[in-house]
């Protein structure tokens, strides 16, 4: 009897011992799921069956998933439904079709800030400040912005015929020719004939950056900034000020790219089921900006991938200026419904700084540290009014425009903190410039304002509970404008509103000094968006169509 004779029969005894033990447990944990179904499909059952008209069964399968992702808790985990899925993969990808533009709404109509480099926008000519007056014949006067940059998307080498009004009153009509576009992530200082300037002191190679996303291209910008300026280059602003995070590979390169070693960031899971799916990623030595001195600018809107990148360069020489960050440490994994029922974004785990400290704001500690400190002594508090009054004095400094302002004679940190009205990036500027002089960063004073108050435990849900009703409400929006005509924009006051008045869409608009639009809020309740507008959750209408 040869050895397969033996062992042949030995295996086929312990495999079905193997089954007999497992298979009724697996059986069993497939009765429990389907239990679990049982009282869903009785309700559903009983109201297709008994309801008093004709009920949407798609939309009552829709409703459902919302539910059960909403019972989670987590304002991060989330279920987009089929029709806005093209949305979502526009804003998470930076990629899209259209004519390449950064647009604002402005007196109900629709403004170019600013064309992209490269753009069919700019070929064809659209420039700061001329506005849309129609779209493929469409009046653009009050349709708000989101419906206008639905009408400049479409299929690559489609042509969309536009009238704009030039900033000095005149009017002409521009045919642009649809194309994809890569939304840029990496600005510099100041543009000059389309071109980024980065430099700030190129005597000094002292140079600026702006990252206002993680992108798939983000890396990729970095490196050609850097391939162009890395001989000279001695020390570096890096500005992640607004960055709402984005993809994670594209923060960890980035860090990468500056780090010669050591962590970047943890993901550290929750369960203790799911321990194995801890991960750190860490630097690779050989990039030449490695010994670069690097300040990054940070504030309370700097959130996850920004939060991760500053968090790991802090941990070497680098120096953090601004604001304590948003506190958004939560990994993301998104997966496709099958037969396009749309997509569902939840939590997996929890990021890491290298010391260990968790970003994410912690509800169930809330005396524990989170998100990214600010360096000792390099505290710039900001708030939203001079936020606002910073980003609109910088402005002239960004965009392609037709006339555009005088170069200054210098940009030192006097010209940052009374030009561009960012104190901030003043004090970062004065601190490379003593790094770079001297060989070792300046030692600066405990700084008081470093002390944050942390928010109770009562607080932090407070706020994670409105931010879930609040998204829960901007669907239901949604699904009423697509439901009906449109909206209404009333200028009326809300206590002229009385309690039964029938509005189909309220849509809150926010204007500054100059009429421009800076947020606008919807909803089907007056009084919901006078609290909401209190709170200050206004959804942005800046965006690049």
Avoid at 101 to 117: F, K, S, W, Y
Avoid at 203 to 226: C, I, K, N, P, W
Avoid at 329 to 347: A, I
Wanted: charged share 25%; aromatic share 6%; net charge negative.
């Amino acid at each position: 009897m040869n050895f397969r004779q033996i062992v042949a029969p030995v295996l086929i005894v312990a495999l079905t011992l193997v089954l007999a033990f497992e298979l009724p447990q697996a059986i069993a944990a497939r009765d429990r799921d389907y239990d679990w179904y049982t009282p869903v499909i009785d309700v559903r059952t009983l109201l297709d069956e008994r309801f008093v008209r004709e009920i949407d069964l798609d939309a009552m399968q829709r409703a459902a998933i919302t539910a059960m992702v909403d019972s989670l808790g987590d304002p991060h985990t989330i279920y987009i439904p089929p029709r806005d899925t093209m949305v979502f993969e526009k804003e998470m990808s930076g990629q899209y079709t259209g004519i390449g533009a950064e647009i604002r709404g402005v007196n109900d109509r629709l403004m170019i800030i600013t064309p992209l480099d490269g753009s069919p926008a700019l070929e064809a000519g659209l420039r700061n400040g001329d506005v849309l007056l129609t779209i493929d014949g469409t009046d653009t006067k009050g349709i708000g912005p989101d419906a206008c940059i639905d009408l400049l998307l479409g299929e690559p080498g489609t042509i969309v015929q536009l009238r704009i009004r030039r900033p000095n009153g005149t009017e002409a009509d521009v045919a642009v020719s649809r194309a994809p576009i890569a939304a840029p992530t990496v600005e510099g200082l100041l543009r000059r004939d389309g071109q980024w300037q980065y430099w700030f002191d190129e005597a000094s190679g002292l140079a600026y950056v702006e990252v206002d996303q993680f992108t798939a291209s983000t890396v990729m910008e970095l490196r050609r900034f850097l391939d162009l300026h890395d001989d000279a280059l001695q020390g570096l602003v890096l500005d992640l000020r607004g960055n709402p995070g984005g993809a994670l590979p594209a923060a960890v390169q980035s860090a990468d790219l500056f780090m010669a070693d050591g962590p970047i960031v943890h993901i550290r899971p929750q369960r203790e089921d799911r321990a194995d799916d801890a991960h750190t990623y860490s630097a690779r030595k050989g990039h030449t900006a490695e010994d670069v001195p690097v300040v990054v600018l940070v504030d309370q809107h700097a959130a996850s991938a920004s939060e991760i990148l500053a968090g790991a360069l802090a941990s070497g020489d680098a120096r953090v200026v601004g604001e304590r960050t948003f506190g958004k440490g939560s990994v993301q994994e998104l997966r496709t419904l099958d037969d396009d029922n749309g997509l569902v974004k939840f939590t997996t785990a929890l990021y890491a700084l290298p010391d260990g400290r968790i970003l994410q704001r912690h509800m169930e500690d809330p005396e524990a540290d989170w998100g990214v400190d600010p360096s000792t002594g390099c505290v710039v508090p900001e708030d939203e009014v001079q936020r606002l009054a910073r980003r609109q004095a910088r402005e002239p400094w960004r965009v392609i425009s037709a006339s555009e302002p005088a170069l200054p004679e210098a940009t030192d940190p006097t010209w940052m903190r009374n030009t561009l009205l960012d104190p901030a990036l003043a004090e970062a500027a004065t601190l490379l410039h003593k790094r770079v002089s001297n060989g070792q960063w300046p030692t600066l004073e405990v700084d008081t304002d470093l002390a944050f108050e942390p928010p109770s435990e009562d607080l932090m849900l407070a706020r994670d509970a409105r931010s879930m009703l609040l998204e829960r409400l901007d669907r239901v929006d949604r699904e009423i404008l697509r439901l009906t005509d449109g909206g209404v924009e009333t200028q009326m006051g809300f206590d002229a509103l009385p309690d039964d008045a029938q509005i189909s869409v309220l849509e809150v608009v926010l204007r500054d000094a100059d009429g421009d639009i800076i947020g606008t809020w919807n909803a089907t309740n007056p009084h919901a968006a006078h609290a909401a507008l209190h709170a200050s959750q206004l959804k942005k209408v800046d965006t690049v169509p």
